[in-house]
Nanobody
């Protein structure tokens, strides 16, 4: 079982940056890879980035490569998403989950709004 709590979202101007955090509790150590996903208004939830919990290998959606960076602190059981060079189309609710995601592990997400 994994529980996640996302934080760090907010309102930011285009070109700005934010760091999102995902505090994970439960069975995370060397068990699950973790990912970030997002859902924009009127659109389906989509994959953003993922990280292997044990080795740290990272994966990104093409739309965020070079702008977003996923990382994890194993001691804190926390996953981060540094988001930079934000664009209005990055506006969405950002969620943390295992990767691949499990339906029962979706949290409340954190809202990121980018103004132009």
């Amino acid at each position: 079982q994994v529980q996640v709590v996302e934080s760090g979202g907010g309102l930011v101007q285009a070109g700005g940056s934010l760091r999102l955090s995902c505090a994970a509790s439960g069975r995370t150590r060397s068990s699950y890879d973790m990912g970030w996903f997002r859902q924009a208004p009127g659109k389906e939830r989509e994959f953003v980035a993922a990280i292997r919990w044990s080795g740290g290998t990272t994966y990104y959606a093409d739309s965020v490569k070079g702008r977003f960076t996923i990382s994890r602190d194993k001691a804190k059981n926390t996953v981060y998403l540094q988001i930079s060079s934000l664009k209005p189309e990055d506006t969405a609710v950002y969620y943390c989950n295992t990767h691949p995601p499990r339906p029962e592990y979706w949290g409340q997400g954190t809202q990121v709004t980018v103004s132009s």
